[in-house]
Every structure is written in structure tokens, then in C-alpha cells.
């Protein structure tokens, strides 16, 4: 059964460093064949991709938070991580870590998904 | 500023067939597939339509996948009450090295 599992902060002051944590189950991240992706949503809007890493640790990020973002993984533990500095309240959002599953070498789509976590910025 | 463009409202009768678009360009939706992913408030989206028109098992078969061109669609006929929710379009983008996301699309039946 796979499953993936968002944890971190529900609040984070501006300027902060966030730190999210994504553990992942029923597969590893170490699969060839996988990938996993951060993706956030703020209140009533619309789902925004973040950043990737994939089983050889090749990674990408979205244009306007590359500066922002760093993403890693620990195969033994099942763990992604996220970081953002510079927190600001406009990073107020459910965030959520999804798997992305390649067919032929090419993304097909996110199979699973965590339940996502809410972080509220604010001071 | 959503790279896929989508309509924000879309509404249907049971009776009806409702189909909701997406567009994109040649770095996307032109030269990849695209997905559907279907969000009740409060939940994480869900895989409705995955490499164009491929439906996951468990996925009713009222809903089907399109695309054409630079534009997607995903049409639902015989919408039920059920099926009210936002609807996204996903496709990777050769130019960002990313997937992008439609801006949702949150269906009404009437």
C-alpha cells in the first residue's frame, strides 16, 4: 500500500526557514521508475507545483521559488525534504507531496498523494 | 497566473454532457500528455484522466479525456451531484523541466 506522508510547522514566522517533510511507504525512492513532487495550494486557490527529485537525485523547481527552494531525500529513512526560506505570509498554503510515476522515461502522472499540511505564515 | 488555461466555472444538468478545457502551448500540452485531477474541499486531488485519456481503475466511465493540438478536455456526461468539485489540467512542460497546472475549473450541477 503506498502511501506518502506531509509534516513540518503549522506556523512560521516571516523571514523563517521552512522545513517539510515528506515519508513515503509501499515503495522506494530509489525506484528508477518514480519520482516524488512538493505542490502547494493557498486558501481557495489553485494547486501550484514546487519541486521534484528523482531516484538518481536529478531535481527541478519551479521558476519563480528556485532561488527559495531546496529538496533532498534520504533513501534509508523513505523521506523527502522541502526547504523554503525567507517565509513570507504569501507562502500561507496546504502543502502537499505527491508521487510522480514515468512511463517510457516520460512523467505520466501523480498516482498518490499525502493528505497534505497546512503552514500558516504569519507573526 | 496559471501556465494552463482553464475556465474557473463550469456547470451541467444530469441530462447533460459538460466538458471543461484546457489550453496550452507547443512546450506542454503540444508535445506531452495531459492528466485530470479531481479535489473536494478539504481533500488532496485525485487522478480522474492520466496520458490523455487513460482512466485509473475505479474512475467512472462517465468521464474521458481528450486532447487536440495545444488543448485538452475532459467531458462528463451525465453529470451527477457527486461530481461537483474542481477539476485540474496538468501537463509536463519541456521548457520549465516541470509540470504545469491549469488554474481549476469548479463544476456546478445544477
Known amino acids: 500500500q503506498v502511501t506518502l506522508k506531509e509534516s513540518g510547522p503549522v506556523l512560521v514566522k516571516p523571514t523563517e526557514t521552512l522545513t517539510l517533510t515528506c515519508t513515503v511507504s509501499g515503495f522506494s525512492l530509489s525506484n528508477p521508475k518514480m519520482a516524488v513532487s512538493w505542490i502547494r495550494q493557498p486558501p481557495g486557490k489553485a494547486l501550484e507545483w514546487l519541486a521534484y527529485?528523482?531516484?538518481?537525485?536529478?531535481?527541478s523547481f519551479t521558476t519563480s521559488l528556485k532561488t527559495r527552494l531546496t529538496i533532498s531525500k534520504d533513501t534509508s529513512k523513505s523521506q523527502v525534504v522541502l526547504t523554503m526560506t525567507n517565509i513570507d505570509p504569501v507562502d500561507t498554503a496546504t502543502y502537499y507531496c505527491?508521487?510522480?510515476?514515468?512511463?517510457?522515461?516520460?512523467?505520466?502522472?501523480?498516482?498518490?498523494w499525502g493528505r497534505g499540511t497546512l503552514v500558516t505564515v504569519s507573526s | 497566473q496559471s501556465v494552463l488555461t482553464q475556465p474557473p466555472s463550469a456547470s451541467g444538468t444530469p441530462g447533460q454532457r459538460v466538458t471543461i478545457s484546457c489550453s496550452g502551448s507547443s512546450s506542454n500540452i503540444g508535445s506531452n500528455t495531459v492528466n485530470w485531477y479531481q479535489q473536494f474541499p478539504g481533500t488532496a486531488p485525485k487522478v480522474l484522466i492520466y496520458s490523455n485519456s487513460q482512466r485509473p481503475s475505479g474512475v467512472p466511465d462517465r468521464f474521458s479525456g481528450s486532447k487536440s493540438g495545444t488543448s485538452a478536455s475532459l467531458a462528463i456526461s451525465w453529470p451527477q451531484s457527486e461530481d461537483e468539485a474542481d477539476y485540474y489540467c496538468?501537463?509536463?512542460?519541456?521548457?520549465?523541466?516541470?509540470?504545469?497546472f491549469g488554474g481549476g475549473t469548479r463544476l456546478t450541477v445544477l
Open positions: 496538468v501537463a509536463w512542460d519541456d521548457s520549465l523541466n516541470g509540470p504545469v
Open positions: 505527491a508521487r510522480m510515476t514515468y512511463s517510457a522515461g516520460w512523467f505520466s502522472h501523480f498516482d498518490y
Open positions: 527529485i528523482f531516484s538518481n537525485d536529478e531535481k
